[in-house]
C-alpha cells in the first residue's frame, strides 16, 4: 500500500563553523552572518521517508518554513529524491518560536492534505529545542514517535517504530496517520544525486526569478521564466500565511509567548592536563586514574 510522507525540514546556520557575530542584540540568532545547512537530522527524516516511498511506494512531500534563502535546502531534497517541495515564508512569520513554528507548519501540512506520515528530525541544531515536532503533532490531532531510529513495519492503519535512547530501545505500534521524530543514529543519509542535480538546477520559487533572469539572459520576461519551469515541474510553490489559511494572531512575535531575555556565551577553557606515555605502562596508569576517579 503507496504511504504518503510529508517531511518538515529546517535551514539552519552551520553551528560547527560559527565565525563573526552570531547573535543580535534581541538575542535572535545573525542567520545572515551564519552559513547555512540542511539540519542534519532533517536528512535523516528525508531518508527515512525516501525508504518508505521505495517499499512501499506513495510521494514525499519536503516543506521548510524560512527565508526566500531557505528555497537552497528544497533544491537538495529534491537532488536527494523528495517528489515535490514547498517553501513556507511570509514577513509576518517572523519572530516565531516554537509555538508560533509549529502551528504555522500544522495549517501548511493541512493545506498539503492527505498525508499518513509526517516525518521531521528529532531536533534543530539552531533552537536545539526538539519542540517543533511533537507541538506539530499535538497540534494536528495524531500521535507521534519521537526518538524515531527504523520503521520496522507499515500495515493500512498501522506503523511499528524502534525508538532509541542512550540507555536502550523501545519497540512501539500506533496508528496513521502519525508523526514521527527521527534520530541521526537511524540511517546513513543517501547524497544528491548527480542526474537529478542536472534536472533540478534551476527549480525556483517566485523569490528567486529576478535572480535567474539575470544569471539568464535567454528569458525575456518573469512570465516566460515562469512558463518555462512550469512545463518542466520546476516551479518550487510559495506558499504565505493567507494560502496555508493560518491565523495571523498566532503568528510571528506577537504569536510567541516565548521571550529571549539574555544570552549567555560559554567560554570552555582548558584544564589541568597531563602527559602519559603511549606505551602499556602508560595505559596501565590510566586506567587505574579513571578507576580511581570512578569514570571506569
Ligand atoms: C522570541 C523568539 C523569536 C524568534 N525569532 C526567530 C526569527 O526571527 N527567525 C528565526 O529563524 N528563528 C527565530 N526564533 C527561533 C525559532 O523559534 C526556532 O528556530 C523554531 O521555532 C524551531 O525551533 P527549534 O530550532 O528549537 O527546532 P526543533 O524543535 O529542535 O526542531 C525539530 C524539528 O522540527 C522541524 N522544524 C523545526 N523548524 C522548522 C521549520 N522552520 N520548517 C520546517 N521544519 C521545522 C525539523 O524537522 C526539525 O528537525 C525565535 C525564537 C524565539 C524564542
Same mark, same amino acid.
Given at each position: 500500500?503507496?504511504?504518503?510522507?510529508?517531511?518538515?525540514?529546517?535551514?539552519?546556520?552551520d553551528?560547527?563553523?560559527?565565525?563573526?557575530?552570531?547573535?543580535?542584540?534581541?538575542?535572535?540568532?545573525?542567520?545572515?552572518?551564519?552559513?547555512?545547512?540542511?539540519?542534519?537530522?532533517d536528512l535523516?527524516?528525508?531518508?527515512?521517508?525516501?525508504?518508505?516511498?521505495e517499499?512501499?511506494?506513495?510521494?514525499?512531500?519536503?516543506?521548510?518554513?524560512?527565508?526566500?534563502?531557505?528555497?537552497?535546502?528544497l533544491?537538495?531534497?529534491?537532488?536527494?529524491?523528495?517528489d515535490?517541495?514547498?517553501?513556507?515564508?511570509?514577513?509576518?512569520?517572523?519572530?516565531?518560536?516554537?509555538?508560533?513554528?509549529?502551528?504555522?507548519? *500544522?495549517?501548511?501540512?493541512?493545506?498539503?492534505?492527505d498525508?499518513?506520515?509526517?516525518?521531521?528530525?528529532?531536533?534543530?541544531?539552531?533552537?536545539?529545542?526538539?519542540?517543533?515536532?511533537?507541538q506539530?503533532?499535538? *497540534?494536528?490531532?495524531?500521535?507521534?514517535?519521537?526518538?524515531?531510529?527504523?520503521?520496522?513495519?507499515?500495515?493500512?492503519?498501522?506503523?511499528?517504530?524502534?525508538?532509541?535512547?542512550?540507555?536502550?530501545?523501545?519497540?512501539?505500534?500506533?496508528?496513521?496517520?502519525?508523526?514521527?521524530?527521527?534520530?541521526?543514529?537511524?540511517?546513513?543519509?543517501?547524497?544528491?544525486?548527480?542526474?537529478?542535480?542536472?534536472?533540478?538546477?534551476?527549480?525556483?520559487?517566485?523569490?528567486?526569478?529576478?535572480?535567474?533572469?539575470?544569471?539568464?539572459?535567454?528569458?525575456?520576461s518573469?512570465?516566460?521564466?515562469?512558463?518555462?519551469?512550469?512545463?518542466?515541474?520546476?516551479?518550487?510553490?510559495?506558499?504565505?500565511?493567507?494560502?496555508?489559511?493560518?491565523?495571523?494572531?498566532?503568528?510571528?512575535?506577537?504569536?510567541?509567548?516565548?521571550?529571549?531575555?539574555?544570552?549567555?556565551?560559554?567560554?570552555?577553557?582548558?584544564?589541568?592536563?597531563?602527559?602519559?606515555?603511549?606505551t602499556?605502562?602508560?595505559?596501565?596508569?590510566?586506567v587505574?586514574e579513571?578507576?580511581?576517579?570512578?569514570i571506569?
Amino acid at each position: 500500500m503507496p504511504y504518503n510522507c510529508i517531511v518538515l525540514v529546517k535551514q539552519v546556520p552551520d553551528t560547527a563553523h560559527i565565525t563573526g557575530q552570531a547573535m543580535k542584540e534581541d538575542g535572535t540568532v545573525n542567520r545572515a552572518a551564519l552559513p547555512a545547512i540542511f539540519n542534519p537530522e532533517d536528512l535523516n527524516a528525508l531518508e527515512m521517508a525516501l525508504q518508505v516511498r521505495e517499499r512501499h511506494g506513495g510521494r514525499v512531500t519536503v516543506l521548510t518554513m524560512g527565508p526566500p534563502r531557505a528555497a537552497e535546502i528544497l533544491r537538495e531534497a529534491l537532488y536527494r529524491g523528495a517528489d515535490q517541495v514547498i517553501l513556507l515564508s511570509d514577513k509576518r512569520f517572523a519572530g516565531s518560536d516554537t509555538l508560533a513554528t509549529s502551528y504555522a507548519l *500544522k495549517c501548511a501540512v493541512e493545506h498539503v492534505g492527505d498525508y499518513d506520515i509526517v516525518f521531521c528530525g528529532r531536533q534543530a541544531i539552531d533552537g536545539d529545542t526538539a519542540q517543533v515536532g511533537p507541538q506539530v503533532a499535538e *497540534k494536528l490531532g495524531i500521535p507521534q514517535i519521537t526518538y524515531a531510529e527504523s520503521i520496522e513495519a507499515l500495515e493500512a492503519q498501522y506503523i511499528v517504530a524502534w525508538r532509541a535512547f542512550p540507555r536502550g530501545r523501545e519497540k512501539v505500534r500506533c496508528s496513521l496517520p502519525c508523526l514521527l521524530t527521527v534520530v541521526g543514529s537511524a540511517n546513513q543519509p543517501r547524497p544528491p544525486s548527480a542526474r537529478r542535480m542536472m534536472a533540478y538546477k534551476l527549480a525556483a520559487t517566485p523569490l528567486e526569478y529576478a535572480a535567474l533572469l539575470e544569471q539568464y539572459n535567454e528569458f525575456e520576461s518573469a512570465a516566460a521564466l515562469d512558463a518555462y519551469l512550469a512545463e518542466r515541474g520546476l516551479q518550487i510553490p510559495l506558499w504565505d500565511a493567507d494560502d496555508v489559511g493560518a491565523d495571523t494572531t498566532w503568528l510571528g512575535l506577537g504569536g510567541s509567548p516565548t521571550k529571549v531575555l539574555k544570552v549567555d556565551f560559554v567560554v570552555v577553557e582548558r584544564q589541568e592536563s597531563k602527559e602519559l606515555p603511549a606505551t602499556g605502562e602508560g595505559t596501565t596508569i590510566l586506567v587505574r586514574e579513571l578507576i580511581d576517579e570512578y569514570i571506569l
